[in-house]
């Protein structure tokens, strides 16, 4: 996580809010030295604070697991469904959306249970314009981290696995979007920010500004945040996991 030092506490503060365009009720806060005047300019230290969004997934706790293990676990669970894979359903009047939340969810609460997790799935049906379905399903309850992991890599991974179990009792491809406490919505507002700010800088300071490395999902909602600007433009520049979003000035 960034941390800023200056002459103070407070100094330092305001210098990680503006760097990170939060405001202090969006950010989570961690003084890790007061720092130290000195005497006559001499023997002195700077402040230094560390500063995250309060949307970035908690650490996982010693009671969960890491990264890796949680992605174990959800691996394990896809297993255990993937069994039933070639069964038949059992509720032939059942449509086929109710019967594709039913498999996702139950897919879902099968990776809880495995990982001592107690939540509550939401789900619900969304339609485009063209009447596609886009099927949500939102975990909510407490201490959730450790299914959304650094850079929701493991909140993606989880998506994916829902995904594949659809495939395998469905036979087709569907659009399952899967949340955790309304994360990729809260996230989604805070790059849309982000995006107007940074762009604004760009455009006053007459400079490219370059935003930190982002995964595909979240460059997109860049791009896409400014694609009707005529006064900047969007680029994606590096290799992998270090591509990031640079916002040009026309």
Known sequence: MPEFEARTVKEAI?????????????????????????????????ARVRISPKEEAKAPSAATSSLDDSLEEASSALDDVAELAEEPSQ???????????????????????????TATIESFVLRDEGGEPTYRLNIVGDDLGILIGRRAETLESIQYLARLVVNQRIHRWHRIE???????????????????????????????????PMPPRERRLIHLALRDRDDVRTESIGEGNERKVTIIPL
Do not use: C, W
Request: aromatic share 4%; no cysteine.
């Open 91 to 117: 509720e032939s009047s059942i449509n086929e959306e109710e019967r594709i939340l039913e498999i996702v969810t139950d897919f879902l609460q099968g990776l809880l249970d495995r990982m001592g997790l």
């Open 14 to 46: 305001d210098k990680g809010l503006k760097a990170l365009e939060l405001t202090a009720e969006e950010a989570i806060i961690e003084v890790l030295d007061e720092g130290r005047s000195g005497v006559f300019g001499m023997g002195g230290r700077p």
């Open 178 to 212: 899967v949340d955790v406490e309304n994360y990729k919505r809260r996230r989604e507002q805070s790059l849309q920010r982000l995006a107007r700010n940074m762009a604004d800088r760009a455009v006053h300071e007459g400079r490219t500004v370059v935003l930190e």
